[in-house]
């Protein structure tokens, strides 16, 4: 079946740096790429997302470009932030429109 | 601007009692969904609807029912609470089955 498989955390950085969060996924056809952030003590929010290959989606300073050949969709940030303190749930859709939810990496922001 | 919004927050309940998530959406969305988050497990989906009067299950609907007779709002119903109910629910609903999905604050549930 489809699956997301997510890199484990908590992933635990200083504030400036570098962030990567790999995500891989097996889907047929070519779903849709989503990549959701759950602060403490709230809801999910769509934070990216990408529809074909190759297609880099970008915001708030955090990119994932859609990688068909290696099913990939992983997320990244030049300079991170104690804001950006949450944790990060890749998600494709998959070809009934369901989302499948990898278990999530938390990110931990020290000062 | 509500957008979806999901109560209670908080629920406590016995080994057997029934109880109703509410779920309601402001955004003329067709598409909604419920999932369930476990530690280590993300979200799983329990039940979803294309459209009012339309439902079927997801990943994990076991012990749940849901119904949808109108566009913005779609219930979740436990019949017979048990412990491995336990979890965060969260709702979500999208213009369409293939768009963003918006999600509501989500209802921590604990099953005694």
């Known amino acids: 079946g489809n699956s997301v498989t997510q890199m484990e955390g908590p992933v635990t950085l200083s504030e400036e740096a570098f962030l990567t969060i790999n995500c891989t996924y097996t889907a047929t056809g070519y779903p849709s790429l989503f990549w959701y952030v759950q602060y403490p003590g709230e809801g999910l929010q769509l934070l990216l997302k990408?529809?074909?290959?190759?297609d880099k989606g970008s915001n708030k300073g955090f990119e994932a470009t859609y990688r068909k050949e290696t099913t990939s969709f992983h997320l990244e940030k030049g300079s991170v932030q104690v804001s950006d303190s949450a944790v990060y749930f890749c998600?494709?859709?998959?070809?009934?429109?369901?989302?499948?939810f990898g278990s999530g990496t938390r990110l931990l922001v020290r000062p | 601007n509500a957008g979806v919004t999901q109560t209670p927050k908080f629920q406590v309940l016995k080994t057997g009692q029934s109880m109703t998530l509410q779920c309601a959406q402001d955004?003329?969305?067709?598409?909604m969904s419920w999932y369930r988050q476990d530690p280590g497990m993300g979200l799983r989906l329990i039940h979803y609807?294309?459209?009012?009067?339309?439902?079927d299950q997801g990943e994990v609907p076991n012990g749940y029912n849901v119904s949808r007779s109108t566009t913005e709002d779609f219930p979740l119903r436990l019949l017979s609470a048990a412990p491995s109910q336990t979890s965060v629910y969260f709702c979500?609903?999208?213009?369409?089955?293939?768009?963003?999905?918006?999600f509501g604050q989500g209802t921590r549930l604990t099953v005694v």
């Open positions: 998600a494709p859709r998959d070809s009934s429109y369901k989302l499948i």
């Open positions: 955004m003329n969305h067709e598409y």
């Open positions: 990408a529809t074909k290959a190759d």
């Open positions: 979500a609903s999208s213009f369409t089955a293939n768009t963003e999905a918006f």
């Open positions: 609807s294309v459209g009012a009067g339309i439902t």
